[in-house]
Every structure is written in C-alpha cells, then in structure tokens.
C-alpha cells in the first residue's frame, strides 16, 4: 500500500471521529454503500475521499447537550444524500411505473370487494333460505307424528307412550 492509501484508509472508530458521527452510522453508511469501505483482516477499512480526509474541516466542534444530537445529524445528513440522489427524470418514470403496476391492482381490489358484498348477500340469502326449509321441515315431521298417532290402534299409542315393555301381536308388524 501507498503513503496515500493509508492516509485515506480508516478504521470505522477513526472514520466517525473524522466525520463527527457516531460508529453506526458509518457502519450503516457502509451497509448502504455510501461509503466505500473493505474488510481486511476482520477489520473495515473505510476509504474518505480527499476532502473529507482533513480533521480540521469536517470535524464536529460545535456539540454542546442543548444541540441536535450525533444521531439526528445521522439521520439528516442520510435523508439529504438519498433525496438529492434520485433526480426529477427518475422521480417521474417511478411515478409513472407507480400508476402503471398500480392503477390494475386497485380496480382489481375494487372488483374484488364488490364481489365480496354481492357473495355477502348470497350468503345471507342462503342462510335464510335454509333457515326456512329448516322449519317447514319440522312442521312437516310434527304434522306426520300426529297423523302418526292419529291413526294408530288405541294399544299402540298406550304402548309408545309406557315405552317398548308393551309387546305387541306379530300380525301388528305388517299394519305399519
């Protein structure tokens, strides 16, 4: 390695304090690729350009406990460097894939949640339908039981109501 590189090679610990921000967010920084950095031996090497290699220039000398504190300057600095990277062009094809791949999906959800409430009512219907022939079901067992009891023999109906310890003739089998 050249007397440059190493002058322009950092640890994270040296980078945050040439930065004047904290150690995560150098390493977030990394994870994003917003800064160029290489593992060598276990060890992240981060490479600053030029000018941001000068302690005096960029460091923080202005923190005092009533100010913005490291992580919100973090957080500022990473929100400025993502909006003024994506241009207006790209802003406007995004938007206009957006409205692309968007638009079909809500008339689709649209679609879909007026067939939700029609199957709803389908239901509804349904239920009530079965409801219905549910009692006229029962109406039509009760009325069979009494013409049942109507037309049996005055020793059945005795016999069914004491329960099975009345025995009956054989010839009452074929009368059913």
Known sequence: MSTDQEAT?????ETAQRLGVSEN???????RHTLLAVKVNGIWRVTLPDHETDPQATIRTDYQTDQVTDHE???????????SAVSASARA????????FIAPLVERIEDL?????RLGAERDAAVDE???????????QRAQEVSRVATMHP????????????????WRFWDR
């Open 9 to 13: 090679n950092f640890t994270i610990v």
């Open 25 to 31: 967010a150098i390493r977030q920084r990394i994870k």
């Open 93 to 100: 094809q995004l938007a206009s894939i957006r409205d692309e």
């Open 73 to 83: 300057v973090d957080q500022q600095g990473d929100q400025e460097a993502t909006v």
């Open 113 to 117: 949640s007026r067939d939700v409430g």
């Open 155 to 170: 020793g059945e109906a005795e016999g069914e109501r004491v329960g099975h310890g009345v025995p009956r003739p054989w």
């Open 130 to 140: 079965r409801d219905r022939l549910r009692d006229e079901v029962t109406q039509l």
